[in-house]
């Protein structure tokens, strides 16, 4: 097998990429440890050595992008014991219906399942201890700009725009929203620290054409056929769909179960799409590494880690325990 080092020259060299080092995408933050999209969990993730870290966004009442992973409150919030009677008829409680003070009063905890009150991740930070909240995207450029000045790093920010379909039926542009802040503070080209991405296709020909961007791009990828506001992944993960998307993103964010395949690890496989993306010069940043979530044809982390660099030659990752990454691309590297 060819070496880490060698795979990677290769892929970035055929991707006309400017840096050989694969980048370490912290998911939400440092998720695996502190509440996601709090700040903590920033902070924490820039302190372990993360390439980028990602911000979720949604808008608020009065318009405001803010850090969430979810349209919803209930998963990550006390909004249904804070404000029992603002839900919507299905029972859902929906951050563009509160504004950015109502929100800033919510406490954010570990992401638990709302009917059973049980977190999704038994062994991450205890709910209910300390005090998270909320922030807007703003305030975590912010912080992320401040650590860079401070620390004389460059590290940059990964948005992605969520359910911009929904917003707009209900009367609201994220993405317009978004734009602005992005260029505000110096975020505009492709050599800007910046990744932009969105699970809904329609909206990603959007921001490169309608809305022009001129930064770096991404289509996400979900595991299913085709999402709901009819974004069609198989066809979009074909050698047509990414010859497609070659002409209007920079790289692709699919499913880790879209790069590498199988039931158990005696039967895993890689897949053809990370080497025809990069051959299309797409990168390939595939998402999520859990370390306490495992995908079922790894036994380790570790192997996880080798199945996507080395075997299948992926740009970066997007980890919730971003040192677990760094530290095995550290290993490689010198193997």
């Not at 919803?72 to 509160?98: I, K, N, Q």
């Not at 109502?102 to 930070?125: A, D, H, S």
């Not at 920079?250 to 158990?264: A, F, K, N, Q, W």
């Not at 199945?307 to 740009?315: C, H, I, K, M």
Request: aromatic share 8%; glycine share 8%; proline share 6%.
């Amino acid at each position: 097998m060819k070496s880490w080092f060698a795979l990677m020259t290769l892929s970035m060299a055929i991707a006309g990429a400017q840096d050989i080092k694969p980048l370490v995408i912290a998911h939400r933050g440092a998720s695996g440890y502190l509440p996601e999209h709090t700040v903590a969990a920033k902070a924490y993730a820039y302190a372990l050595g993360a390439d980028f870290l990602e911000q979720d966004l949604v808008l608020s009442k009065d318009g405001v992008p803010v850090v969430l992973h979810d349209i919803h409150l209930d998963t990550v919030t006390d909004v249904a014991r804070s404000f029992p009677e603002r839900h919507r008829p299905d029972g859902r409680y929906y951050a563009l219906d509160f504004t950015v003070a109502e929100l800033k009063t919510l406490q954010v905890t570990e992401r638990f399942n709302p009917t059973t009150g049980q977190p999704v991740y038994p062994r991450r930070f205890p709910a209910g201890q300390t005090i998270f909240r909320i922030s807007t995207f703003e305030e975590e450029i912010q912080l992320i700009q401040g650590l860079n000045r401070s620390t004389g790093r460059n590290i940059g920010i990964y948005p992605e725009i969520k359910q911009p379909r929904w917003h707009l039926a209900e009367g609201r542009d994220l993405s317009r929203a978004v734009l602005p802040i992005l260029e505000r503070y110096g975020y505009k080209n492709k050599t800007d620290a910046c990744w932009v991405q969105c699970f809904e296709v329609a909206e990603v020909r959007r921001w490169r054409g309608e809305l022009g961007w001129k930064g770096r791009l991404v289509m996400l990828l979900g595991g299913g056929a085709k999402s709901e506001d009819g974004t069609d992944f198989d066809y979009l993960c074909s050698p047509a769909g990414l010859k497609e998307l070659a002409a209007i993103v920079d790289g692709i964010g699919p499913p880790i179960g879209r790069i590498i395949s199988g039931r158990t690890p005696g039967e895993r496989r890689v897949t053809p799409l990370a080497r025809q993306a990069t051959e299309l010069g797409l990168v390939v940043h595939p998402y999520t590494i859990r370390i306490d979530e495992l995908p079922k044809m790894v036994a380790t982390d570790a192997e996880l880690h080798a199945a996507l660099f080395d075997e299948a030659g992926v740009q970066g990752v997007f980890s919730d325990f971003p040192d677990v990454t760094i530290d095995w691309l550290k290993k490689a590297k010198k193997r």
